[in-house]
């Protein structure tokens, strides 16, 4: 049965991928807004949609309520598996995904946020970083948010990693608030290296209150990653019911 669903889900999918790439290029023939919002805003909503036709997954989405979506935040979230991005597609609003520059180069989905205008990183490229942080605080600059999974890559056991600065520093110097997400449950719902979905699970997803960077210096940095990663480490660990040192893979690494 797994696998019938499987193969049903996947269909859905490339089905509803090949009827959006014409509908997304139309949209972003008449996009003239500089931060092409809403070329983004509907190629978010295919993520959405995806979500929706899969029998696996129960979304949970809760928490802060985003009144104006063109206020600008630096987006960050803890990361679990592949899953995470359609599931935070299900939020109201266009952000622009800095993700690997691979995921650009795969036909359709490729070409689709080229058009959206997310923001490609060559990885272990320094130079690479920098253009991502440039570019990122241009999409601010317009108005829009930008999203990025601060631990890098997904987690290994479903615990939080270390956070990287970029996103933190960028906020600092942009002048704009960080918004912290948290997702649970996603870590099973597609296993690594498989093309069957798990077990059917709830996975949940929490915009926590915005974190503000004013009067913040280059040097707050730390600071405020810290901050903003032990408040996702603590609701992940309350979803669960465990001591926030379960969640914490730094804390484990520490004690030992």
Known sequence: M????????????VLLILLWL?????????????ARYTTGRWF????????????FWRVEVSGERIEDPRRPYVVVCNHQSNVDIPVISRLPWDMKWVAKAELFRVPVVGWMMRLAGDIPVERGEQMSRA??????????????SVMFFPEGTRSRDGRVYAFNDG???LAIKAGVPVLPLVLDGSFNALPKDSWRFGEPSTIRLRVLPPVETAGLR???????????????????????????????AL????DV
């Open 2 to 13: 797994t696998t019938l669903r499987s193969l049903w889900v996947w269909s859905s999918n």
């Open 167 to 169: 996103a933190f520093r």
């Open 218 to 248: 280059s040097g707050d940095t730390a600071a405020l990653r810290d901050r903003v990663r032990g408040q996702i480490v603590a609701q992940v660990a309350a979803w669960r019911g465990v001591p926030v040192e379960a969640v914490d």
């Open 131 to 144: 253009r991502v942080l440039v570019a990122a605080r241009r999409v601010l600059e317009n108005r829009c």
């Open 251 to 254: 804390a484990t690494v520490t």
């Open 44 to 55: 978010r909503r295919l993520g959405a949609a995806m979500t929706r036709v899969n029998p």
């Open 22 to 34: 014409p509908l997304l290029a139309l949209i972003r023939l008449f996009d003239r807004d500089p």
